[in-house]
């Protein structure tokens, strides 16, 4: 019912332009209802998800895996899967919505809607989004949580009984109730007030049946995951009113209902924006070029220009007055160069988890400001102290085309690690920034030390890890890093200063394209 209302009466997607630039996006975050998608884009007329593709669920090869994936399936807007992802990357979609929105203005004016179930919401990296969505006001998301109460094993009582609209409400979230998920007029009146609120983001309580109208399922666990075999199906389609015996049958009336609803609607908004953007690429030019860089994930030209080359060989110790050999820690090296590719791409945009004095990813030009609700221009991220909402935040950024970072000491990979793997899994190019990379970490001790860290995000499949040796290798690790289209990167870099190699004797620092190379 959420999804028939959303999808006939509010979504703006165009199911033959399932990529223009302005869609509003849904984010199936419970993605273990991933037919519920796959029906949704059937019936929308996206034209790869046949009926054919329906019978093939979960079969190998099909466009209908047990969960969405992203880049694999036409209308799907990132891999859910792992419960709280989606409602997490989500609130990176809505970031970027709101950073480009206030770059570009009305070329940028869309909706990030998410379907959430009782499992997301107990996630943890649920929560640390979810309290910087509220924090930065991102008006323009909405989440409706699908509240059955029941998981897989059994009512949720057994582990979750708290006030979940009263928990939204703390984070400063608009919240609103659907005691009735089937009474149609109250859905569409309330996602009304959903998309009047432009203040705060909007959580909408659904209350809802699993497996409602199914004999003897209904409200119980066992309808989460297993088959509800054919005697059930057909009492259940009697329920409904429609024919018992007829298999894989959508009526004529509501193809007719989608068709009129998403498809007419959506071809019309997608005609409009490429209207609008015509017009503004002929009155600003150089913003256009830069919208159609960021769709294809290329750069402007001479993005690389000022990368400095950093000196080797004696030099003299401003503290000590004594000669000594050029090296800096490569968190330091990495500032200078980071600072001086952001400046020529405008849509570089990055923070840490509370980290930037320490990780150096502050970017200090004139212009870089700092986002926050009242100054969504500025480029530099202020996380908190989340490192899985940071992690999940910058793939939804990354899915909506801006070049996002992010920032901390390598230990708190581990923190982040859900949200880093599923970027890899997506293929995305995302950015890590991981310092203090080594067992001399000052005065912190052994919960700070990495040990393990490399090793084990080396072992990851996807994920390129770099550690560069000196200060001219960090530089061409960031020339390695910024052409990158689907490929996320850690760069992992020191607190202690690091000797620069004299390259007039040994190898060039381009070596590390290779990924690895003799230096001697």
């Known amino acids: 019912d959420v999804a028939t209302v959303l999808f006939t009466r509010f979504m703006n997607f165009d199911p033959s332009e399932p990529r223009w630039a302005d869609r509003d996006r849904f984010i199936l975050s419970a993605g273990h209802g991933s037919m519920l998608l796959y029906a949704l884009l059937h019936l929308v007329g996206v034209e790869s998800m046949t009926m054919d593709e329906l019978k093939n669920f979960r079969q190998m090869n099909s466009l209908t895996p047990g969960h969405p994936e992203y880049g694999h399936t036409a209308g799907v807007e990132m891999t859910t899967g792992p419960l709280g992802q989606g409602i997490a990357t989500a609130v990176g979609m809505a970031l970027a919505e709101r950073m480009l929105n206030a770059e570009f203005g009305d070329l940028v004016d869309h909706r990030t809607y998410v379907l959430a179930s009782d ?3 107990m996630e943890g990296v649920s929560s640390e989004a979810s309290s910087l969505a509220g924090h930065l006001k991102l008006g323009r998301l909405i989440c409706l949580y699908d509240s059955n109460r029941i998981t897989i094993e059994g009512d949720t009582d057994l582990a979750f ?5 009263a928990r939204f409400l703390a984070y400063g979230w608009n919240v609103l109730r659907v005691a009735d998920v089937n009474d149609l007029p109250r859905l569409l009146h309330t996602l009304k007030q959903a998309q009047e609120t432009r203040c705060r983001p909007t959580f909408i309580v659904a209350d809802s049946h699993i497996a409602w109208g199914v004999p003897g399922k209904q409200d119980h666990h066992s309808a989460h995951g297993e088959p509800l075999g054919w005697d059930a ?9 429609v024919d ?4 894989f049958h959508v009526p004529p009336e509501v193809y007719g209902t989608f068709e009129q609803g998403v498809g007419k609607k959506g071809a019309e908004a997608s005609k409009a924006w490429g209207e609008l953007f015509a017009k503004y690429k002929a009155q600003y030019p150089d913003q256009a070029r830069d919208i159609e860089l960021m769709q294809k994930r290329e750069l402007p030209a001479g993005w690389d220009k000022d990368i400095p080359q950093f000196p080797w060989g004696d030099i003299e110790d401003p503290k000590t007055g004594k000669s000594k050999k050029a090296g800096a820690a490569s968190r330091d090296s990495s500032g200078k160069v980071l600072n001086a590719v952001a400046k020529h791409v405008p849509w ?16 200090g030009f004139d212009g870089a400001g700092h986002f926050q609700a009242a100054t969504p221009c500025g480029r ?4 908190g102290v989340r490192e899985h909402a940071m992690g999940a935040a910058i793939n939804g950024m990354s899915l909506s085309r801006v070049r996002p970072y992010g920032a901390g000491f390598l230990i708190f990979s581990d923190y982040g690690r859900g949200a880093l793997r599923l970027g890899a899994v997506i293929e995305i190019p995302v950015i890590y920034i991981f310092t203090h990379d080594s067992l001399g970490v000052g005065e912190d001790g052994p919960t700070h030390q990495p040990i393990e860290q490399i090793a084990s995000l080396r072992a990851m499949p996807g994920l390129t890890v770099l550690r560069p040796a000196d200060a001219n290798e960090v530089a061409e690790a960031w020339r ?13 870099l020191t607190r202690q200063e690091l000797v620069t190699v004299d390259r007039t004797q040994f190898a060039p620092a381009s070596g590390l394209h290779k990924g690895a190379y003799v230096l001697a």
């Open 348 to 363: 570089l945009i990055g923070g840490s988890a509370d980290l930037a004095p320490s990780t150096k990813t502050l970017l």
């Open 480 to 492: 390695w890093i910024m052409p990158q289209k689907n490929r996320p990167v850690c760069l992992i």
């Open 380 to 383: 530099n991220m202020h996380y």
């Open 244 to 247: 018992p015996e007829a298999k």
């Open 233 to 241: 199906i057909k009492a259940a389609k009697a329920f409904y009113g």
């Open 119 to 121: 499992g997301d919401l």
């Open 161 to 165: 009984n708290e006030d979940v609209g």
